[in-house]
């Protein structure tokens, strides 16, 4: 049985019961802070629910946020405190900006101008003991971030194909020498652009940060396109990746009914894309604190 909710910022929300079990399904395409609330609501409904499982799809979500990215690893992890959930590592000229974040207990609420309007205290999710992670080659940045943070903490069990392999981050560049070029709001206004650089690497607690080839799943390998004849919506129980994970908790992997189609060709080539296209960025006050 399934009933939805739905939030902005968050693509869709289920709640599946299977006896005695509630697992809570969540979609969410992008790590953006101006949601930070909308977010935290979400959990808010799986905490109230009490929910055993989290089945998260992050298939379509190319990255964002870093500070978004520790608030949802925050919602997760049961037992969530001040331990360190990732480390920014600089270039060797840059050494003195290497800092850290750790899970955090509140976080920053802001407008859709991503200004800071208030904060939270965080839904956390006392409940669960390990987090199902869909995944695609879209699945990058602060998505890996999630995946390589929580690894060291509770089992991560992935399904679908190949994420991305994106363990770098970049923080935006204004024309604004008085602010060491990281200010907006004093930036030279007949200046449209600014610059996205790369400037850190990230590692979880453990110091790993060996995924710039991605992901690989490690509960089942499943590629959508196997599964052409019978496309679902986000949410539907019969949805080929989505099935797998419900099925690994009902206890009942390996007996799926949805029939693999093995002979399907796509029509073109996929776009690649390239490292900028898909997002982990961190905000000035970090750089400034």
């Not at 009933?3 to 697992?23: A, D, E, I």
């Not at 020498?177 to 004093?186: A, E, G, K, R, V």
């Not at 539907?236 to 390996?254: H, P, Q, V, Y």
Request: charged share 20%.
């Amino acid at each position: 049985m399934c009933c939805n909710l739905r939030k902005p910022g968050v693509f869709k929300q289920s709640l599946f019961r299977y006896r005695w079990k509630k697992v809570g399904y969540l979609v969410y395409n992008a790590f953006r802070s101006s949601y930070n609330d909308e977010l935290n609501d979400a959990f808010g409904f799986f905490k109230d629910q009490n929910i055993s499982e989290l089945v998260l799809d992050l298939r379509l979500n190319g990255g964002g946020s870093v500070e978004t990215s520790v608030y949802l690893a925050s919602m997760i992890y049961a037992n969530a405190n001040t331990e360190r959930f990732a480390e920014l590592i600089f270039n060797s000229k840059q050494q003195d900006e290497n800092d850290y974040y750790n899970f955090a207990n509140t976080l920053n609420v802001y407008n859709s101008d991503s200004e800071r309007t208030g904060t939270q205290a965080i839904n956390r999710l006392s409940t669960l003991n390990q987090v199902y992670i869909l995944t695609s080659g879209n699945t990058a940045s602060a998505s890996e971030m999630i995946i390589n943070g929580l690894a060291p903490y509770m089992p991560v069990k992935l399904i679908g194909t190949t994420t991305y392999g994106k363990n770098v981050g970049s923080i935006t560049l204004y024309d604004s020498p008085s602010s060491d070029y990281l200010n907006q709001s004093t930036a030279n206004s007949s200046h449209l652009n600014a610059l996205q650089p790369i400037v850190f690497q990230i590692y979880n607690k453990n110091g790993d940060s060996d995924y710039a080839d991605g992901f690989i799943p490690n509960l089942a390998e499943i590629k959508e396109s196997d599964y052409w004849n019978v496309t679902l919506p986000f949410g539907d129980e019969n949805e080929a990746i989505l099935k797998t994970a419900l099925d690994d908790i009902r206890g009942i992997s390996g007996r799926s009914t949805v029939t693999k189609q093995g002979d399907f060709k796509l029509l073109k080539t996929p776009l690649t894309g390239n490292k900028f296209e898909n997002e982990m960025y961190i905000k000035s006050d970090f750089i400034s604190r």
